[in-house]
């Protein structure tokens, strides 16, 4: 009787640890979120839209006041929008090698050195807020949304514009000669 109730008394003890050790790899595959501090992001922050007529960006913020927090996250949304739209990158790589003396007293000096600028300027006409989440934390999400259509007009006005005034400025070369070639006449 005594060995009966020692072998149920340690299935017990192992069906406890089994299923322990199951509801800890269920949660952590299943909690992975949870863990690294996301458990109250909307999908659309996580995986934003795409879409072929339209760029979306998207962007956080925490302040202690809500509508600084508002206002910061939609800067960082539309920020994103015109990195994807325009964005002048700069990048330089510094890299020098000295060696000095000779044999096993031979001393090298090496250093390397890389700097990466990034720029944006772009005018996000006609760009919309679609998305606004505050989370319990405090914390908003926003998601922007930027129509092709804006981006395709600039770009069409711009070209426009390039013509006429390069038309301009053959119309101005044609009568600079004309009047040279009167000039010469006289």
Known sequence: MFKLSRFVGGVVVLALVTSVSLQNCASSRSGSTEESGMKDVPEWFLTPPEAEDAIYGVGMALKQNPSLARKAAIARAREEVASTVNTKVSSMLKDFMQESGVGENAQALEFTQNVTKQVTSVSLEGSKVKEVYPAKDGTFYVLV????????????????????????FKAQQGFDALEKAVQDIK
């Open 145 to 168: 949304e930027y129509p092709l259509d804006q981006l395709r007009q600039k770009t069409l006005n711009a070209v426009q514009n390039e013509e006429a005034l390069y038309n301009e």
